[in-house]
């Protein structure tokens, strides 16, 4: 059995920052690529950021520059940190963790941590 867990959300006003982090436990073997996304009211999950299990990351463009992604193999945790934020980054963010479970191979996701940019 697999649990995913992301902490972290909250309110913050437009500019603020925010720090949201994502911890695996569980029968894990391995973890390949981890990733958030974040899926806003009557719109489609949209993929943030990813990270390989080697470091190698990726943004989605309405957050590069803004957006950190980072994790800690050891601790199966991933982090993202969240500078400059704007109102339309408010949305419900959920972690994606690609991980071996002995030879099976499958996707597991958080249950979401809700972020409010607003004044």
């Known amino acids: 059995q697999v649990q995913v867990v992301e902490s972290g959300g909250g309110l913050v006003q437009p500019g603020g920052s925010l720090r949201l982090s994502c911890s695996a436990s569980?029968?894990?073997?391995?973890?390949?690529?981890m990733a958030w996304y974040r899926q806003a009211p009557g719109k489609e999950r949209d993929m943030v950021a990813r990270?390989?299990?080697?470091?190698?990351?990726n943004y989605g463009d309405s957050v590069k520059g803004r957006f950190t992604i980072s994790r800690d193999n050891p601790k199966n945790t991933m982090y993202l940190q969240m500078n400059s934020l704007k109102p339309e980054d408010t949305a419900v963010y959920y972690c994606?963790?690609?991980?071996?479970?002995?030879?099976?191979?499958?996707?597991?996701w958080g249950q979401g941590t809700q972020v409010t940019v607003s004044s």
């Open positions: 569980g029968s894990i073997f391995s973890i390949n690529d």
């Open positions: 994606s963790v690609d991980l071996w479970r002995g030879v099976v191979r499958q996707v597991y």
């Open positions: 990270i390989t299990n080697g470091g190698t990351t």
